[in-house]
């Protein structure tokens, strides 16, 4: 079946570290790649995107992302953690249709 | 601009209860999706509305649920009669078709006790 995996459930780091979140999918053609972040308590936001161009995508508070179609992949990157980026992240694509698929998320804990 | 407006925030209800969520999208968005968030099953979309039609309805859990969208600014999910095991939070999000980007409500919080 088609799918958008998130191998890492949770990483833990301390303030300062490098943070790398892995996303693959399984669908084929074109598609748009989507990172979003949800706060503990609050709904998910947009950090980044990818329609087209750049593979190497740069988002709010720092992240970014790449994009690499040989591996079905689209991995967030962010070179120094803070506390305040502790919330669960999840990748979405859309495949050419109108909604989104989602991961399972990652949940990242920051330790100061 | 407001975005998506979910209401109620908070909902705690018995068993055997029916419970109406509510959500307005943003003006001038077209597309309307309804999810649940567990902890045991993480984000599932239930249903979304393309231009206030049923597009998808296959995420829904059963008969219990029943979402509509009377017009472009108004849709509603409701379960009749609620259970423990429906408690969770619902989030509402809308965009434009084509767009693709989802914005997200602040989410209902549902307690079925």
């Known amino acids: 079946a088609q799918s958008v995996s998130q191998h890492n459930h949770h990483v833990i780091l301390s303030e300062a570290a490098s943070l790398e979140l892995g996303c693959n999918y399984s669908y084929g053609g074109t598609v748009n790649l989507f990172w979003y972040v949800q706060y503990p308590g609050q709904h998910l936001q947009l950090l980044l995107k990818y329609f087209s161009g750049d593979p190497l995508v740069k988002g709010i508070k720092g992240f970014e992302a790449e994009f690499i179609k040989s591996k079905f992949s689209f991995n967030l990157r962010k070179p120094s953690v803070q506390w305040s980026d502790t919330a669960e992240y999840f990748c979405a694509v859309n495949p050419g249709a109108n909604n989104l698929f989602f991961g399972t998320g990652t949940r990242l804990t920051v330790i100061p | 601009d407001a975005g998506v407006i979910q209401s109620p925030r908070h909902e705690v209800t018995e068993m055997g209860q029916e419970v109406t969520l509510r959500c307005k999208p943003i003006s001038g968005h077209n597309s309307l999706f309804w999810y649940r968030q567990t902890m045991m099953r993480g984000l599932e979309l239930l249903i979304y509305f393309n231009n206030n039609v049923p597009i998808d309805d296959s995420g829904m859990p059963e008969d219990r649920f029943s979402a509509k969208m009377p017009n472009a600014s108004f849709s509603t999910l409701k379960i009749q009669p609620s259970e423990p095991r429906d408690s969770a939070v619902y989030f509402c999000?809308?965009?434009?078709?084509?767009?693709?980007?989802?914005?997200f409500g602040p989410g209902t919080r549902l307690t079925v006790l």
């Open positions: 999000a809308s965009s434009r078709t084509g767009a693709n980007e989802q914005f």
